[in-house]
């Protein structure tokens, strides 16, 4: 696990550049892709307008799109929705003695990595669908609901640490990453839910930084070093680099809309900043980018 000097890096005024970019890339996606990934799904429109309806849902959506193809954990959310609706997720108790049924049809379409996280792929869903239903319903008896729970904590930052990664039964069905996603989710004033209004300060909000986020602020030269698996396959450790990252972005742009940025290079790093083939020529970042390639997501 060494850490590795990036070949070629960028200037300060480089570097806002770059946030500045990705920062429009993010704000002018996040809207609309949230709503054709997963929104969608929904067919009533009254719901789309329920808050605790939208928290309960797309927590369930960010437990199952974690280290699964993002494909298959929509068709298992779309499949649960036209099965259930949305009683599955406003009355989850209902459903304790319905387990097997559920976790059959979500396991003829969901496709976990589960040789990844070392687990048959029928406990892990057993543990994210199981888990979803059990934590709804354990936080509904004691706060009656998500949204009670979560407005409990005054802000993304101390919701994300106190209320979901220090919760026993949240982050025991989130892994750091998908925990700050779905912060951003709830709490962006551009996003659905809007948990803290619409004011709130944009940079407040986490970045969730995963392996190809980390490999754009690489590869451009944003960053000086770099944690890598190995010296070989030259693969970013992402979870290493999270806070760092994040510590630099906001020191660079004290106001910035650090989630849009992070989406921002997210859509880079997939459209692209492929690992073998990146599109260098075609992408935002070309002109800018010092195309230290070498360096891998995955």
């Known amino acids: 696990m060494p850490l590795e000097r990036v070949p070629k890096v ?4 480089q570097k806002i550049e770059m946030l500045s970019i ?7 996606n996040l809207a609309k892709d949230l709503q054709s990934s997963f929104l969608n799904i929904v067919n009533d429109p009254s719901l789309l307008s329920d808050k605790e309806f939208l928290l309960r849902y797309l927590l369930l959506a960010a437990v199952l799109d974690q280290q699964a193809e993002s494909d298959t ?19 989850p108790q209902k459903y304790f003695d319905k387990i097997r049924e559920v976790l059959d ?7 976990p990595r589960a040789r990844v996280i070392r687990m048959k792929s ?20 004691r706060f009656k609901g998500l949204y009670q729970y979560f407005t409990k904590f005054k802000s993304p930052s101390t919701l994300l640490e106190n209320g979901i990664l220090s919760n026993p039964l949240l982050s025991a069905l989130l892994f750091e990453k998908a925990a700050r996603l779905y912060v ?3 709490t962006h004033p551009q996003l659905f839910i809007k948990l803290y209004g619409e004011n709130i300060q944009k940079s407040s909000i986490p970045m969730p930084v995963d392996g190809h986020v980390a490999k754009v602020f690489t590869r451009t030269g944003f960053l000086i070093n770099v944690n890598t698996e190995n010296k070989n396959t030259k693969i970013i450790e992402a979870e290493k680099e999270r806070e ?30 492929n690992d073998a083939n990146p599109k260098c020529y075609e992408c935002p970042l070309n002109k800018i980018c010092n195309k230290n390639i070498m360096f891998r997501a995955y």
């Open 10 to 13: 960028l200037q300060r005024q």
């Open 22 to 28: 990705l920062e429009r890339i993010g704000v002018d």
């Open 73 to 91: 954990a929509r068709q298992a959310l779309k499949r649960i929705v036209q099965v259930y609706g949305a009683d599955f997720f406003m009355n």
């Open 105 to 111: 049809m979500v396991l003829n379409v969901y496709k």
């Open 122 to 141: 029928e406990g892990v869903v057993l543990l994210r669908v199981g888990g979803f239903l059990l934590t709804v319903h354990n936080i509904s008896l």
């Open 184 to 186: 951003g989710w709830i």
């Open 244 to 273: 760092r990252i994040e510590k630099d972005v906001k020191a660079l742009k004290p106001d910035a809309d650090t989630f849009a940025i992070d989406y921002g290079a997210f859509l880079i790093g997939i459209k692209y900043c």
